[in-house]
Structure formats: C-alpha cells, structure tokens
C-alpha cells in the first residue's frame, strides 16, 4: 500500500471530519486497521516509513497518530520524538502498536510522548475505542486553547523541559517580542528557555519568575512575568505571561511619594506581591539590599509593613 498525501492546502482536509494517520510497514496491518477506521468514517492517511510520515505532516495535520513500534530505518520510537519535537504537532495524540511485550519498551514509547499503546496481534474493536477516546480528549483540550483566545488570555504549555508546545495568540505577540524574528515553529524563545525551566523545576502551582521583555518600543521598558498553573497530562506544563510596564510605574512612583528610583522599584515589586528573594532576582542585588530599600520606603511613607506599602503604591499606580 502506498502513501496517500491529501490534495488539499497544508492543514486542510475540506469537507471532512476525523482524521487518523497511519504508519506501518506491514501492507497487512495497514490493510486491517485503514478498512477498520474507515468503516466508522474516519479519513485514513498512510504512511509506510517514519520519513515518509514526517513528509506527510508538512502538509497535512491529522487529528491522531497510530504508529508501529518496529519498522526499518526510522523505528517508531525515533519518528514520535521527532513528531514530538515539531511544534506543530507536539500536541497530536500517538497510539503506539507493539509486539513487544517487555515493560522496558512500553515506558520507551511513553518516554518518546506516546499517549497510549495497543499490543500486536491488534485488537481491532479495542484500537478503535482508544482512538476515539484519545481525538475526543485532543477535540476538547483545542476547545479549552479556542476558549483561552477568546478571553484574550496569555497561556503557552510546554514540555517538562521547557519546550514549547502550543501558546495563545496574546502569548504568541509576548514572546515574540523577546526574540527578533520568533515564530513558535522556532520553539521556546532562546531568552525565555532558563526561566522557563527554573520555574518548571520549582514545580509548585503559583511559582513566578520575571523576564525582560524587548518591545518595538524600548522606552516602554516591559517585563513578563511568567506565572506556573499546573501539570497536565503526562508531559504537559501550563503557564501563565502577564505582561507589566515597571518603568512608568516606577517614575510615577518616585515623583508622587518622593521615593529614589531604586525604592521606587523595590515598592512596585512589592506592590506585585513578590517577596524580597524574587525581588532580589528581578533587580539583581542581594535580599538585604531590599531590606535595606524598604525600611527607607516605610520611613518615607510613614507606615510601618509591606501590606501598607503595596496599599498605596496600588493606589498611586491605579489613579
């Protein structure tokens, strides 16, 4: 059986509905598996090779991926990483077929981002049923991405090492503003990649870092802050961008409380809800240093604990 690209624009498939991507160099298991979908009405794609398969997903996305795990040249293992490591198709769901029956091979495959396994001889009524959980599953988290858009909401999710998987159109304009010429087929942002990790390594919902943003117009003076939601799936991290605009804050800090520039940083900082240790990070002097910066700010303002600091620097930033 030979590959069948679509004749249809990169992405598309007009007028129909799911679509699955088969890879498999056996004409016999292909055969089984392509009548078995397709008597459901589920368009079929085949692939005879990883390469081929790969080729195939430069033009075309479908909506699951079945793959055998042994085949010559590109094994199975090799072609879902290397899907894996595709933006674009970071987030498709892979069904792994395996004769294997050693444990060893099962987590390889999950290890490569697989999200279910199915073992050879093929069940075909059982492969079936976890392809359809698996698109619904992948239909409703498009939904959740679509209802993130929709809200303006600035969301990327990544790989336990950083590595971007998909991001919402607000977050998509935040990042590029980090990276000259950034496109998220180029993954995650080469300046944003350690903070990113630093916070995946904390691991805990609500840890926050801060980077420097480089907006086409540099007087703005942005900064992300990029804030960990959660982990989801096997291999999936969510996090929130927030995007702020320290510079005019700290002036207008400075200029209505009679604060220096430096006090007026560690205020707004403070006004964020951000502790002295990140504090000390964001503006690169020691824990002390900020102590140091707000008992002058307490002495200046006449108030005596940081919750009555960030008070009136929200009041002075907000009016």
């Known amino acids: 059986m030979s590959e069948r690209p679509p004749a249809s624009l990169p992405g598309t498939l007009p007028g129909q509905g799911d679509t699955v991507l088969v890879i498999d160099d056996e ?23 990883g390469k081929a398969a790969l080729a195939l997903l430069d033009r075309i996305l479908p909506d699951l991926i079945i793959v055998d ?8 293992f090799e072609t879902c990483r290397r899907i894996k490591a595709d933006p674009r198709t970071a987030a498709l769901p892979i069904v792994f077929l395996t004769g294997m029956t050693e444990s060893e091979h099962v987590v390889q495959a999950f290890e490569c981002g697989a999200t279910d396994y199915v073992k050879k001889p093929v069940n075909l009524d059982e492969l079936l049923a976890r392809v359809q959980v698996h698109m619904a599953q992948g239909r409703a988290a498009q939904a959740s991405a679509a209802s993130l858009d929709a809200t303006g909401r600035l969301m990327l999710a990544t790989d336990a090492a950083g590595n971007l998987l998909w991001c919402t159109p607000g977050a998509e304009a935040a990042l590029a503003r980090c990276q000259d010429g950034w496109t998220p087929a180029n993954g995650t942002p080469t300046a944003l990649l ?8 904390r691991g ?3 840890a926050s870092a801060t980077v420097a943003a480089t907006p086409a117009n540099p007087t703005q003076g942005g900064t992300l802050e990029l804030v960990l939601v959660g982990r989801y799936r096997q291999n999936e991290v969510l996090i929130r961008i927030n995007e702020m605009n320290p510079r005019q804050d700290v002036e207008r800090l400075a200029g209505r409380l009679g604060l220096t520039a430096r006090e007026a940083q560690v205020l707004l900082w403070v006004s964020y809800g951000k502790s002295s240790l990140d504090i000390s990070e964001v503006l690169e002097i020691s824990p002390r240093t900020v102590q140091k910066h707000l008992e002058h700010v307490y002495t200046k303002l006449g108030v005596e604990t940081r919750s009555a ?7 002075m930033t907000e009016a």
């Open 27 to 49: 004409p016999g298991s292909l055969g089984m598996i392509t009548a078995k979908l397709e008597a459901v009405g589920i368009t079929v794609l085949v692939a005879t090779s």
């Open 309 to 315: 600091a960030a008070a009136i620097a929200i009041r």
């Open 194 to 201: 350690p903070v990113v990790t630093r916070l995946i390594a």
């Open 69 to 76: 795990g042994i085949m010559p040249e590109m094994d199975g």
């Open 204 to 206: 805990s919902a609500g």
